[in-house]
């Protein structure tokens, strides 16, 4: 019942990770307008999860209370301290909970939410970004105004915090196509 800001592509991709992977919870940052955060639920509650789904957006709208109403968490504040170096203890007591946690990266500094969550992840866990392509190249010959015209996020962005967390790439060609990034830890 919400718009969804994401590539036709993403929810085939989404599925198959949700259905391989069968995580605890998914923490969000970046509700929007919110069809992508139902899409998750929808899948969690068809896939039989009850995953808990923490979605953060610092814009209030006036349809997140039925979206709390549905079971799901959404929250309208800012979770990021004054030098934006790291999140609110709630936040980071949310991820470390046992099981696999996927962090979605999908508000307004990409870069650095990847770069904050990417130390706060476990072992198993997933993070990903949204409006990614491998380099401005790729984005401009293989994206821009054929998947995605928005390109907020590369590999080279990411690359230092890649390294220092130990991160994998998961299936990059499948999430590529959906204009997110995955990494597993």
Same mark, same amino acid.
């Given at each position: 019942g919400h718009t969804a800001q994401q590539s036709h592509n993403a929810y085939q991709v @989404?599925?198959? $990770?949700?259905?391989?992977?069968?995580?605890k919870r998914i923490l969000e940052i970046g509700t929007a307008l919110g069809g992508f955060t139902e @899409? $998750?639920?929808?899948?969690?509650?068809? $896939?039989?999860?009850? +995953? !808990?789904?923490?979605?953060?957006?610092?814009?209030?709208r006036p349809w997140y209370n039925q979206m709390v109403?549905? *079971? +799901?968490? #959404?929250? #309208?504040? !800012?979770? @990021?301290n004054e030098d934006w170096t790291n999140v609110k203890q709630d936040v980071i007591d949310f991820i470390q909970q046992e099981g696999v946690t996927?962090? $979605?990266? /999908? *508000? *307004? =500094?990409k870069i650095g939410e990847f770069?904050? @969550?990417?130390?706060?992840i476990k072992d198993g866990d997933y993070i990903l970004?949204? /409006?990614?392509?491998? /380099?401005? #190249?790729?984005?401009? !010959?293989?994206?821009k105004n054929k998947? =995605? !015209?928005?390109?907020?996020?590369?590999e080279s962005d990411i690359e230092s915090s890649v390294k220092e967390n130990n991160l994998k790439s998961y299936q990059p060609d499948k999430f590529s196509k959906a204009v997110w990034v995955c990494k597993v830890k």
């Open positions: @989404f599925y198959d $990770l949700i259905s391989e992977v069968k995580p @899409f $998750l639920k929808i899948l969690s509650d068809e $896939l039989n999860l009850n +995953i !808990n789904i923490l979605s953060y957006d610092i814009t209030e109403e549905k *079971g +799901i968490d #959404v929250r #309208v504040e !800012n979770i @990021f996927i962090v $979605l990266c /999908d *508000g *307004g =500094w770069k904050i @969550f990417s130390k706060l970004a949204h /409006d990614y392509s491998y /380099d401005k #190249v790729t984005y401009e !010959n293989e994206i998947i =995605w !015209n928005w390109c907020e996020i590369t």
